[in-house]
Each structure stands twice: as C-alpha cells, then as structure tokens.
C-alpha cells in the first residue's frame, strides 16, 4: 500500500479522501499533448485513442460491479449520480400513476433534498424512520410500499454514524411486494469497504464516487439495470447514452476506475486493520472519557467510522481544540459546524437529543492512518473533554440523554 | 501574537481580581505560542486565546461563594447549542459592574466572546451599568477582532445573559423601575413567529425580506405581517450592522 505521512492527522475520510499517487500517474497519461487527450466523440485518430480508454474504464468498472458496460454512467459527481437517479426515474414517469418515493430519514443531503425538489413537482415521499442505530428496518419499508410507490432510495452506508444498512433484504422486501419498485442505493461510503457487487446487492441503480475511495474529486458513477428508463437532466451532445451530456472527463474516469481496482485489491487487509483501530478507538475514549456516547451500530458499521457524542460540551468547540492542540481534524454534528442552525439531521434521527447532537464528533479513518494517530486522540481528547466541561455549565445525568423511549 | 490588555482592578477588589488570572492555557498551546507556530486559523488570535484561555470563568462552587455575586443571568439552552451563565458583582455606590464570572456551553466562539464581554465590562474599573446594558454584539465583535459572518450569532447570547444578571440585581436591590423587560411580540399570527425569531434571521445573516422568509418562513401564510416584518429587519440590520 501507498504511504504517506501528514502534519495533521487526518480523520475525515468520508468528507473526503486524497487522491491515491497511482491513481494521480495514471491521469497523467490523459491530459498532456503526449498522452491521450483527445475527445471520445471525435472520429479521428487522436478521438479514438480516448475512446478506446473510456471503452475500456467502463469495462473495467463493471467488472468489479460485476455488470455489464454498459449499465454504467460517468458523471460529475456522487450528488449528480443521485440527482440523475432520482430525478431521472422521476421525470420519465411524469405521466405514470406511480409517483411514490420511499426515502429514509439519515439520507445525504442529496438524496434529502432532490427528493424534496421532487414533492414540489407532485411526487409523494416517504421518508422512513430509522431504528436507534441509523438502520431501515426491512419491515418498515415493506409497510411503506404501495401500488403507486415508484423508487425506493436508501443509502447503504450512512456518512455521518457509519451504520450499514442490510441491503440485499431491503431489495427482496421490495422484489417479494410485487410492486414493481425500482432500488436505487447511494454507496458512496461503502465503495471500498463493503461488497458493491450488483449480483450480490440487487439493486436496480447504484450511485459511487471516486473521492472517497483515493480517486479524483469531480467523478461520480450511476449503475443503472438494463431495461431502467431515466430522462437526462443534463442535455446537449448525447454522451453516456443519452444520459449525461457533456464531454467525457477521460482522465478522471480512467483514475476512478484505477481507484475503485485498487481499493478492492486492498478491500481485505484495509477493512481488518482499519476495524481494529476503529475499535481501539471507540473502547479507549469510551473507557477514558465519562459520559459518552457511541452514535450509530456497534458492529455493523463502516471499518472506518467512530462516531462519539460528548454529554456536556459542544462539537465545534471540541474540533477546534483537537485541531490546534493535535492538528487531528474530524468533524461534528452540531450546529456551528452546519450551515444552517440545526444539528445534524442524522443524529437527532437516531432519537438522540439535541443536546447529544450538539456534543458528536465523527472520527473517520482512512489508509493513512496509523495506530500512532489513534494513540494520539485518545492521549489529547479526555483532557479537551474535561477543559471544555469545567467551561461548560451544563451538567447533564446519563439517562436525560439516552435515546428516547429506550 | 496580539494579546488583549489584562483588565485592570482597584486594590480593594483583589479578591474578585484572584479568580481572574488563573491561568487555563494547554501546555501544548503555550508552548506553540511562545515558540510563535501558532498557525493561521478560521478565527482571530484574540478568539483563539480567548477560547484557550477564558477569563473570568467560574471554576467551583467554592470560587462562587467567594465571589458573593450581586446578580445572576443565564440564557440559552444545551438542547439549542448555546448556553450562557453570568454572575456580576456591583459596586453599587458607583453603579459600576465591578466584577464579573461565566460559564459557556457553546462552540469556540461563543466561549471567546463571553469570556470577552467579561473583560470589557470590568476592565479599567468597572463598566457603569448604564454602559453595559448598552452593549451589542458587534461591540464585542469588534473587540474579537471580528468573527466570520455565520459565526456572529453565536456571540448574541452573552449580552443577553449579562441584560438578565443586571435586571436580576435591580430585582434583589428593589429598583425594580430599573429593570428592562426584553418580551418577544408574535408578529405572524399563522406561524407565531415573533420580533425575536425576525431578530436572530438578521443576526445569522438575512438582511432582506426574502432571506429573512427562507429562515424564518414568515408570512408565507400570514401575509399581513409582510410590512411589520421588512420595518423589523431594517431596525435590527441598523442595530446590529448599521451602527
């Protein structure tokens, strides 16, 4: 595996990852007047060259999707996948009587908020609650189904707590309903970690991008199943059949596809010595620290995900004092971190308090990280926790903060 | 690294100025300090040393007894992401704030500005109270050395406490004319949205009817309330960013 040493220590792999030295000079062989830069569409020499190069990415994700060529879109991005599935499904279907979508509660952004786009152009959404872990329950969405239910869009990995939904289930609920529901998963978390085998998984449409798994950012992937219709919501030349105008990023494709190759051939190792770190940390800070809480599964989980909440202190601050004190970067769920006002969506879904909210820090580890950097946050964050406590004047009991209604 | 002037206290209130200098600094964070590699961050070096080293903070109940507090305020809740105690001490010949100690649970920047407000209302011999429930948050915004825009309204909850602390002292002192009351009006009927929902818009960053709306939803469904709504948002915008 690569090596690589930071300044900082970097736990924040699942906003995004750096871009793997082998995948980088593999793109370089698609972008300079020495390489292969031309444009897939052109019908010369130079043009095919690049086709030929696409041709043979594409090939060589399916293979690892274990699907056919072409059942795979390039796009723009893991949000642009969505959006084309998503939206796409739903604007061939303008006209049909299924206008149903059932969604869960601890979506990404994207899939939240094309879904609500989605409401203001006369689709109904269901948006499922989720168990104390961050799971769909399979029962929940077999009760949610309906004659008019068109799409069924559930993540398979949360970003945010790490939880794994059970998807192949989710699927046979939706296949044993006889509905005719297409499934549609965002597996942008899960690609390089879990089993992203369409045979195995089921799934009608698959959305995976490239910067988290040590690819380029600005590259995303929709698996779409033979015979799925979807309408573009980007027009113009007709590239990727029709379904995402646009010039093909050549370079970027060839290095999500060498990303995607070299995440499976070190899937094994990496989600073993990753789990183990993962645990270490979760059981030390647990030990070390009082009052704390652990968001999301405690097994099934990503190998790269600890998510902590810290009663009586705030997440911002928590980050801030980790950063400057350690140079460890994470992030938080509280509001001061978000746009917006709210915490995070994820977390309160959990039926955690806003207080807990407030309080969570996401840990995600990543190929650079060492035993020594785990080490490291376990040796500086109880100190942080107990400064930020004596600040603090909120003194809250355990069981004020345990998930509601348990 | 450009420090805040320690604030200055009469002989006689040594006792108060005691609970003040207990130095809170991480070890690991002086010793960057000192060696100058404290490197550039979101928030100024004046928010930053505030954050690492807040002055003026409650640390025990014992500090709290010592202190003999002539009033209390607090505001906010945990659940809400901010959380502010304050307890002043008066000199009430003078009717100077003479003393002053907090406690926050909020992000790094709403630790910061308490911890500043503090100092501003005891520095240089106490501040008249007069003076003090004068003070906005872009006073204290200032003195930070400013704050990112979407981080300002996380420095709006200190004047608050500090307002209740002193209206709490007029209450336990029986000036009771003196005491300011701050309600909330309902101002869209519909979605019982008041004055204080409208103010917090403009202070996280709605300075038009349109922004204010998108935060707030007001007047979607109570649409008589539009005019009252822009006259709001243009008093606040000229309290908070016009003065």
């Given at each position: ?319 801030l004092m980790m950063n400057e004190v350690a ?53 500086v964050l109880p100190g942080i926790i107990e400064k930020l406590?004596e600040i ?15 | ?22 130095p809170m600094r991480h070890k690991d964070v002086e010793a960057k300090v000192k060696?100058?590699?404290v ?9 930053k040393d505030?954050f690492f080293n807040p ?189």
């Amino acid at each position: 595996m690569e090596k690589i040493s930071l300044k900082e220590i970097y736990l924040d792999n699942a906003a995004t990852t750096y871009t793997d030295k082998r995948v980088v000079d593999e793109m370089l062989k698609y972008m300079s007047g020495d390489g292969v830069y031309g444009n897939p569409g052109s019908f010369n020499t130079i043009g095919l060259k690049a086709k030929k190069a696409l041709d043979d990415a594409r090939q060589r994700a399916a293979n690892i999707l274990g699907c056919n060529s072409s059942e795979i879109i390039f796009t723009g991005s893991g949000t642009e996948s969505i959006n084309l599935a998503l939206q796409g499904i739903a604007r061939a279907n303008m006209n049909s009587k299924k206008k149903h979508i059932i969604t869960s509660k601890v979506e990404h952004k994207a899939v939240l908020e094309t879904c609500e786009y989605l409401e203001s152009t006369g689709f109904k959404v269901t948006y499922l609650d989720v168990d104390e872990f961050g799971l769909v329950k399979p029962e929940k969405l077999g009760a949610a189904l309906t004659d008019e239910t068109l799409l069924v869009s559930i993540m398979y990995a949360n970003n945010e707590v790490g939880s794994v939904n059970n998807i192949p289930e989710l699927v046979k609920v939706c296949k044993e309903s006889g509905k005719k529901v297409l499934f549609h998963t965002d597996a942008c978390q899960a690609a390089g970690y879990l089993d992203i085998n369409i045979k195995n998984l089921g799934v009608d449409l698959m959305t995976i991008n490239a910067s988290k798994l040590y690819g380029p950012k600005g590259v995303g992937l929709l698996y779409i199943r033979q015979g799925v219709v979807l309408k573009p919501i980007i027009i113009g030349g007709g590239q990727e059949r029709g379904l995402r105008s646009g010039t093909e990023n050549v370079a970027g494709i060839v290095g999500f596809v060498k990303a995607l190759e070299i995440a499976e051939q070190e899937k094994n190792s990496e989600v073993k010595r990753l789990t183990e770190l993962r645990d270490y940390l979760i059981k030390n800070l647990m030990e070390k620290i009082p009052k704390v809480l652990l968001n999301g599964h405690p097994m099934q989980r990503l190998p790269n995900n600890a998510n902590l909440s810290f009663i009586d202190v705030e997440g911002e601050a928590i980050m801030l004092m980790m950063n400057e004190v350690a140079g460890i970067c994470a992030s938080s769920g509280s509001a001061c971190t978000s746009k917006t006002l709210d915490p995070s969506h994820v977390i309160l879904a959990l039926g955690r308090p806003y207080e807990v909210a407030h309080g969570s820090i996401r840990f995600t580890l990543g190929r650079s990280t060492t035993k020594a950097n785990i080490d490291k946050v376990i040796e500086v964050l109880p100190g942080i926790i107990e400064k930020l406590r004596e600040i603090s004047p909120v003194n809250l009991k355990m069981e004020e903060v345990l998930p509601i209604g348990k | 690294m450009k420090m805040e002037k320690e604030e200055m206290i009469d002989d006689e209130l040594s006792s108060v100025n005691e609970l003040k200098v207990i130095p809170m600094r991480h070890k690991d964070v002086e010793a960057k300090v000192k060696a100058g590699k404290v490197e550039e961050w979101f928030y100024t070096d004046i928010v930053k040393d505030h954050f690492f080293n807040p002055r003026n903070l409650l640390r025990s109940d014992d500090d709290l007894k010592k202190f003999a507090h002539d009033g209390y305020g607090s505001v906010g809740a945990a659940a809400c992401g901010d959380k502010m105690d304050m307890w002043i001490k008066i000199d009430k010949e003078n009717d100077k704030i003479i003393g002053c100690l907090f406690k926050t649970f909020g992000c790094g920047s709403a630790i910061a500005s308490t911890s500043m407000l503090t100092v501003m209302i005891t520095e240089n011999g106490g501040m008249l109270i007069e003076q003090a429930l004068k003070i906005k948050p872009q006073d204290i915004v200032k003195r930070l050395g400013d704050l990112p825009q979407r981080k300002f309204h996380c420095s709006v909850l200190g004047d608050k406490s500090l307002r209740q602390a002193i209206n709490d002292y007029f209450r336990r002192t029986g000036q009771n004319d003196r005491i300011v009351i701050e309600g909330a009006q309902v101002v869209d009927m519909a979605l019982k949205i008041t004055d204080k929902d409208i103010e917090e818009a403009v202070l996280d960053g709605a300075h038009d009817f349109e922004a204010v709306q998108k935060k707030t939803k007001v007047g979607v469904h109570d649409k008589s309330c539009i005019p009252k709504v822009k006259e709001l948002i243009e008093f606040y915008k000229q309290k908070y960013y016009g003065g």
